[in-house]
């Protein structure tokens, strides 16, 4: 059981350059999230999917896109990367349920990105 | 505004003391407060979480408190040991509000041998 599995761990970008950090979750839950944390800062939320064909904005949308084709995947994309971009990035998920709710969130590892 | 402070900032207590994180929050209509931990270079992992209608939850040697009325939670360590050095986070979330998830900044606890 990997539990919340983030790809790649460290990245350098260009700014202008696109990427996709890739999210893959094993356990079936329905609501998936990405964060950022920045020095100083508690973990903001990006974007949100409370289940597959399913996703909504989180405090900090902007410069970010999201799909959920699967249960399992959540990738999120950079289309432009610019400098203000430059954070630790984290996906998690958790069961059947909402932020709202009492479940469990379990968070990936993290992936350092870097926008020069 | 709503919002999560954490105190203090850091800590800094010797190997086998016990300690307090203070966690005071304006989050409104409230749902629930979580408590991680984060070791450096790694995720968070929960160590607890409450309903408005719980006031205390254990977790091995971590224990947290909730005062639904003074909107105050704090998470108790005993008998600290070295791999309790991280920083802990409180997170609180909205009733019915999926996007409204606000985390705090962190204490930073170093335990010193």
């Known amino acids: 059981n990997a539990g919340v599995t983030q790809t790649p761990k460290f990245q350098v970008l260009k700014t202008g350059q696109s990427m996709t950090l890739q999210c893959a979750q094993d356990?079936?839950?329905?609501?998936m999230s990405w964060y950022r944390q920045d020095p100083g800062m508690g973990l903001r939320l990006i974007h949100y999917?409370?289940?597959?064909?399913?996703?909504d904005q989180g405090e900090v949308p902007n410069g970010y896109n999201v799909s959920r084709s699967t249960t399992e995947d959540f990738p999120l994309r950079l289309l432009s990367a610019a400098p203000s971009q430059t954070s630790v990035y984290f996906c998690?998920?958790?069961?059947?349920?909402?932020?709202?709710?009492?479940?469990?969130?379990?968070f990936g590892e993290g992936s350092w990105l870097t926008v020069v | 505004k709503n919002q999560v402070e954490q105190s203090p900032q850091s800590l800094i207590i010797l190997e086998g003391k016990n300690c307090t994180l203070q966690?005071?929050?304006?989050?409104?209509?409230?749902?629930?407060l979580r408590w991680y931990k984060q070791d450096t270079g790694r995720g968070p992992v929960s160590l607890t979480i409450?309903?408005?209608?719980?006031n205390t939850k254990s977790n091995g040697r971590y224990t947290a408190t909730l005062d639904a009325d003074t909107k105050q939670s704090s998470l108790h360590i005993t008998a600290s040991q070295l791999s309790d050095s991280a920083s802990y986070i409180c997170?609180?979330?909205?009733?019915?509000?999926?996007?409204?998830?606000?985390f705090g900044k962190g204490t930073r606890l170093h335990i010193l041998p």
């Open positions: 998690a998920s958790s069961y059947d349920g909402t932020a709202a709710s009492g479940n469990t969130i379990y």
């Open positions: 356990m079936n839950h329905e609501y």
């Open positions: 999917s409370v289940g597959a064909g399913i996703t």
């Open positions: 966690c005071n929050y304006t989050v409104s209509p409230f749902s629930n």
């Open positions: 409450m309903t408005f209608s719980e």
């Open positions: 997170v609180v979330s909205f009733m019915n509000r999926d996007d409204k998830i606000i």
